[in-house]
């Protein structure tokens, strides 16, 4: 009876240093409702069982976009600061660089805590779920549409597209808007398209067929 009291006390114990507390402090409760209610949307689609867990994965996530914004609103206001000083045009070029240099390290340490901290309640592929909720899915829907495009694909160009692709999504996670992100895919998809040309596919003339292909299948579905 003691031991099972013991472990049941341990349990609580680990419990509770694993609880994530949402960081509310000094923010906008209507922006923090609105990031709460994006996160859920994004958390919902892993159909996590345990309460706890699942409170706890909301509040890492809604983190993560609230020390995004952090990151951003303090360069931002440090580069107004900047422009409207009395530096001369070289000395406001050297601070913009060295607000950029910092707002870059802060990224760089929020972009590891994040799996890391996801990891204390989600598996690998959980993880993975959340990272493409974070990221609008475009990892699959590009993956995909170039697998239909290009039905001859290789295995091994297969696995470098969803590779860069995957890579991509890293810098998208840590984009500080939508348009961000997808210019952070932009860029891969680019370097996959010159990938692809020099493996001796025809782009334009792949896309040409695979419209077709995808005209047809619409008309099939009429029918």
């Known amino acids: 009876m003691k031991l099972s009291v013991i472990i049941i ?7 509770a240093l ?24 994004i ?3 892993l159909e996590l069982n345990d309460s706890t867990t699942y409170k706890n994965v909301v509040n890492v996530v809604a983190n993560k976009y609230f020390k995004l914004n952090d990151i951003y609103e303090k360069r931002d206001s440090a ?17 913009e660089s060295a607000v950029q240099n910092e707002k870059e390290v802060a990224l760089y340490r929020s972009h590891f805590a994040f799996p890391a901290e996801l990891s204390l309640f989600l598996n690998e592929q ?14 699959k829907v590009t993956y995909d549409a ?30 500080e808007n939508s348009n961000k992100k997808h210019e952070a895919f932009g860029k891969y998809k680019g370097r996959i398209n010159n990938y692809l ?7 334009v003339k ?17 029918n």
């Open 9 to 15: 006390g341990l349990l609580l114990f680990l419990s």
């Open 18 to 41: 694993n609880a994530v507390e949402l960081d509310t402090k000094n923010r906008d409760p209507k922006y923090v409702t609105n990031i709460v209610e994006r996160t859920k949307k």
């Open 43 to 45: 958390v919902d689609k």
């Open 79 to 95: 580069v107004v600061r900047i422009k409207r000083s009395t530096m001369s045009k070289e000395e406001k070029a050297a601070a």
């Open 126 to 139: 959980q993880i993975e779920a959340v990272k493409d909720g974070i990221t609008f899915g475009v990892v």
């Open 146 to 175: 170039t697998l239909d495009m290009i039905p001859s694909l290789k295995e091994e160009e297969k696995v470098q597209i969803l590779a860069w692709l995957k890579e991509a999504r890293e810098f998208a996670i840590d984009a």
């Open 197 to 203: 040309s020099k493996r001796g596919y025809n782009l």
């Open 206 to 222: 792949e896309r040409e067929e695979w419209y077709k292909r995808i005209k047809v299948r619409e008309e099939g579905n009429k």
